[in-house]
């Protein structure tokens, strides 16, 4: 079997202009799998698999928040940190919209427009994550620093084991 060609997406040539070292991990999309599907199909730990959420607050304004794949969103201790009333998921059309993505294959690199980013602070702890590259079937493995200095995320603890 030959290898896989990497994709030019939008976050893997941000990826690249950064300079940022990263493995491509290509694996077979099933819809609706989310993070259970890709950490199986690559062998690796569910809390490694980094979910891309976008969401909005009250206003409809949107953020993005990257959480592990084995944890859930508190949108309550969310809220309350970002000093809003509520944040909810955003719409999934209005979220392709915003980034450039399919949802599925959302990135949080080199999205359409520029969204503020929250990072869930256990998140940094992990020696490697996998995070998708900007395709449904694409994760990148890549360190935690790379992506907090690629991405200047907020750091927040609003996650609850499922």
């Known amino acids: 079997m030959g290898r896989e060609k990497v994709p030019s997406t939008p976050a893997i040539r941000l990826l690249k202009q ?8 290509h694996y077979k999309y099933e819809a609706k799998g989310g993070t259970q599907t890709s950490a199986r199909e690559l062998a690796v730990s569910e809390h490694q698999v980094i979910k891309t959420l976008v969401m909005e607050d009250e206003k409809g ?3 993005i928040i990257l959480m592990h794949g084995d944890f859930e969103v508190s949108t309550k201790q969310l809220a309350r940190q970002l000093n809003v009333k509520q944040v909810s998921p955003c719409p999934a059309a209005k979220a392709d919209r915003l980034t450039g993505y399919q949802t599925g294959g959302i990135s ?5 427009q520029q969204l503020p980013i929250y990072l869930e602070e256990s998140i940094c702890q992990l020696d490697r ?13 890549i360190s935690p620093q790379d992506l907090q200095k690629v991405l200047q995320p907020t750091m927040v603890k609003v996650g609850n084991q499922r």
Not at 18 to 25: E, G, L, T, Y
């Open 18 to 25: 950064q300079q940022v070292d990263f493995i491509p991990r």
């Open 61 to 63: 304004e949107p953020l």
């Open 108 to 112: 949080p690199f080199g999205t359409r």
């Open 129 to 141: 994550i996998y995070i998708n590259g900007g395709r449904r079937g694409l994760l990148v493995e």
